[in-house]
């Protein structure tokens, strides 16, 4: 059995995979400046509430777009025990072709979102959308290239942003729109940040696909892909898994090679 684990800026993605099945899926908390005994009793804590035996754990393979917790990270997968660990991006490189520009400053889950895209519909363009703290736009040619994308705020970030710069709006939880319009504050804000990303992303979709074809493949993951899913036109499909599939794909490929 192998740990898989994208460590995001606000929570780190958790599954373990075993005869390429995805089991124990879920999320913990992110916090910085924290020990390896922190990530450890996180890490203890998860696999006891999904039924996983630390002792079965083979191997564990982690990417990271926060530096600062990458060493701590690492320790604790050791203090639990497991000797073979590898980091995308660090002892593991990518089996994917980078047109970046500057293509160290692709984060790494953008590139392995890629790379399962990739492998999901081969010989196919594709664009993938994370909804997380940033919305991610990232493309994937049918010659498994990564090209590139679009960056903007996550709905949660910009909620953030707002309450904090309107003294008489609140800070609240991004919520699926009963209607149109809202009938008081917090469902106006809701109804706002839901409907104006909506309409961002299929626009956005509508300029991909008329300059790489109307056959463009959309796929959907991150945190908040979910809530999007009947609000955007033109996403194919939504995979909450998918950066993990990416490492784990990724990590085959690589080292069969």
Do not use: W
């Not at 993605?13 to 922190?38: H, L, Y």
């Not at 072709?97 to 594709?126: E, M, S």
């Not at 010659?143 to 707002?162: D, F, K, V």
């Not at 493949?217 to 939504?238: C, Q, S, Y």
């Amino acid at each position: 059995m192998i740990l898989l684990a994208d460590i995001g800026n606000s929570s780190i993605t958790v599954g373990f995979i075993k005869a390429n099945a995805i089991s124990g899926f879920g999320r913990v908390k992110v916090e910085k400046n924290k020990d390896k005994n922190f990530y450890s009793r996180l890490l203890k804590k998860h696999t006891k509430e999904k039924n996983i035996r630390v002792s079965k754990i083979d191997a564990a393979i982690f990417c990271s777009v926060v530096p600062s917790i990458d060493k701590a990270f690492r320790l604790a997968l050791k203090e639990m025990g497991i000797k073979n660990i590898y980091q995308t991006g660090k002892n593991l490189k990518y089996a994917i072709k980078n047109r970046y520009k500057r293509p160290k400053q692709v984060g790494a889950d953008r590139l392995l979102n890629a790379i399962a895209a990739y492998n999901t519909y081969p010989k196919n363009n594709t664009l993938i959308i994370d909804f997380g703290t940033a919305i991610t736009f990232d493309m994937v040619n049918r010659n498994n290239e990564y090209l590139g994308g679009i960056i903007m705020p996550g709905i949660r970030t910009s909620l953030a942003a707002l309450s904090s710069k309107a003294e008489l709006l609140p800070l609240i939880e991004p919520k699926k729109p009963l209607g149109l319009i809202g009938k008081d504050t917090k469902t106006s804000i809701q109804n706002g940040i839901v409907y104006a990303t909506a309409a961002a992303c299929e626009g956005i979709i509508k300029r991909f696909k008329n300059k790489y074809g109307a056959k463009l493949k959309v796929i959907a993951t991150g945190g908040d892909a979910v809530l999007f899913e009947k609000f955007v036109p033109g996403i194919d499909r939504v995979d909450k898994q998918l950066t993990l599939y990416g490492l784990y794909i990724n990590y085959k490929m690589v080292k069969c090679c």
